[in-house]
């Protein structure tokens, strides 16, 4: 069986950075395509950047720019470079990966993940 573990997350002002991890194990399944979601309280969850088919990052508009989606596969690990916060950034992020070769927006949608991981909350103050 296969899991998703993220780390990194935490408090920063806004202007900060983070950087988010997401380590795959296990079921070689879980280690496909992969991408970064993220809920806020109350609000719908969101797709922030995902690496699609053909390998391509792909970026909600409200992080391009900010935000960088990178994949070390030697070690199984998924990244999330966070610069210049906000406090709308505000939420819990959540990797997760899917075995559909999804291409372009689609990949920023949850509804085609099956793996997911627990979660690592990003608080940015103001």
């Known amino acids: 069986q296969g899991q998703l573990v993220e780390s990194g997350g935490g408090s920063v002002q806004a202007g900060g950075s983070l950087r988010l991890s997401c380590v795959a194990s296990?079921?070689?399944?879980?280690?496909?395509?992969m991408g970064w979601f993220r809920q806020a309280r109350g609000k719908d969850p969101e797709g922030v950047a995902a690496?699609?088919?053909?390998?391509?990052?792909i970026y909600a508009d409200s992080v391009k720019g900010r935000f960088t989606i990178s994949q070390d596969n030697a070690n199984n690990t998924l990244y999330l470079q966070m610069n210049t916060l906000k406090p709308e950034d505000t939420a819990m992020y959540y990797c997760?990966?899917?075995?559909?070769?999804?291409?372009?927006?689609?990949?920023?949608?949850?509804?085609?993940?099956?793996?997911w991981g627990q979660g690592t909350q990003v608080t940015v103050s103001s």
């Open positions: 997760a990966s899917t075995l559909w070769c999804l291409v372009g927006s689609s990949s920023l949608n949850s509804d085609n993940y099956r793996f």
């Open positions: 296990g079921d070689p399944y879980v280690r496909h395509y």
């Open positions: 690496i699609d088919c053909g390998g391509t990052t």
